[in-house]
Nanobody
Framework: QVQLVESGGGLVQPGGSLRLSCAAS????????MGWYRQAPGKQRELVAV???????NYADSVKGRFTISRDNAKNTVYLQMNNLKPEDTAVYYC??????????????WGQGTQVTVSS
């Protein structure tokens, strides 16, 4: 069973930075994709950033230019560097690992989430 453990959340003032980490029980480069999602109170979970096994990245429009996703295969860890944080970035952030089989069936694995609060 794949285990994902997030860390690095907390309270930060607007304009500040945080780096989230997601430690995986398996080689992060072995998954078809790994990503960060977030869910604010009363809202649906949304994709924030994703990195594929080939290293391609994609970001939600709301975070482009401010957030960067990366991974360290040697440490089995995926990171989300968040700069210029805004109050609307406040949410629980979840790490996701995704695989597809030969029928394109999706296998999703989730961490427990880490709270990010942006407030003065």
């Amino acid at each position: 069973q794949v285990q994902l453990v997030e860390s690095g959340g907390g309270l930060v003032q607007p304009g500040g930075s945080l780096r989230l980490s997601c430690a995986a029980s398996e080689n992060v480069g072995s998954f078809n994709a790994m990503g960060w999602y977030r869910q604010a109170p009363g809202k649906q979970r949304e994709l924030v950033a994703v990195i594929t096994s080939g290293g391609s990245t994609n970001y939600a429009d709301s975070v482009k230019g401010r957030f960067t996703i990366s991974r360290d295969n040697a440490k089995n860890t995926v990171y989300l560097q968040m700069n210029n944080l805004k109050p609307e970035d406040t949410a629980v952030y979840y790490c996701n690992a995704r695989n597809y089989d030969y029928t394109f069936r999706v296998y999703d694995y989730w961490g427990q989430g880490t709270q990010v609060t942006v407030s003065s």
